[in-house]
Structures are given as structure tokens and as C-alpha cells.
Nanobody, 126 residues
Framework: QVQLVESGGGLVQAGASLTLSCAAS????????MGWFRQVPENEREFVAA????????YYGDSAKGRFTISRDNAKSTMTLEIHTLRPDDTAIYYC???????????????????WGRGTQVTVSS
């Protein structure tokens, strides 16, 4: 059973940087593309970034281009999301997600991800 656990969230000031991590366990050899999504209460879950199974191909949502960097280390079964120049509208719960091993391409479509973490809260103060 694959489990994803996010960490690194917290309360930060606008303009700061933050690195979120996602640790995968339990059958991680069965993971394909992985991604990050975020959600504000009462809003739909928003695609942030995704990377291919190898990590060589990345894909960013419009709100993430230029300030976010996604990467993964398959040897350590981890994925990270670096966020620079944080803004108050980056405040959200950030979720890690993974596709099965046969699905190696990154995608912004949340329904294509089989595995989800519980999320980590990021709060940006102005």
C-alpha cells in the first residue's frame, strides 16, 4: 500500500522561500508520475506542478511558473517543491500525489492520480 506524507509547510512571511517534501513508502517501485496540488477551503483543488516518473520532464500550472520548482529523487522515494517569493495567495493546503507505475507522464488532471497524501498547510502572511 503506497503512502505519501508531506512535510515542510508552515507560517511564513511574504517574500520568503519554502521547500515542501513528499516521502513515499510502501511499494514505491510502483509509482509513476508525481505531482503537487493545492487547495483553499471552498475552492477546487488546483494543479501546481508535476514531474515524470524519471523526474526529467516537468509541467507547471500557470500560477506556479517562474517561482516553483519540482524535483524528485527516486533513490530516496522523495519529491520536493521549492517555492520562492511566497505571496499571501499561495496560502493553501499542499497535497502530494502519485500515479501508478504505468503512467509515467506528468498531468495536471487530479483524477489521474491514484495516491494522495494528507497535505501540509502553507500560510503566507503579508
Amino acid at each position: 500500500q503506497v503512502q505519501l506524507v508531506e512535510s515542510g509547510g508552515g507560517l511564513v512571511q511574504a517574500g520568503a522561500s519554502l521547500t515542501l517534501s513528499c516521502a513515499a513508502s510502501g511499494g514505491t517501485g510502483s509509482l509513476g508520475a508525481m505531482g503537487w496540488f493545492r487547495q483553499v477551503p471552498e475552492n477546487e483543488r488546483e494543479f501546481v506542478a508535476a514531474c515524470s516518473a524519471s523526474g526529467r520532464s516537468t509541467y507547471y500550472g500557470d500560477s506556479a511558473k517562474g517561482r516553483f520548482t519540482i524535483s524528485r529523487d527516486n533513490a530516496k522515494s522523495t519529491m520536493t517543491l521549492e517555492i520562492h517569493t511566497l505571496r499571501p495567495d499561495d496560502t493553501a493546503i499542499y497535497y502530494c500525489a502519485a500515479r501508478p507505475a504505468v503512467s509515467i507522464a506528468p498531468t495536471p488532471r487530479s483524477w489521474k492520480y491514484n495516491y494522495w497524501g494528507r497535505g501540509t498547510q502553507v500560510t503566507v502572511s503579508s
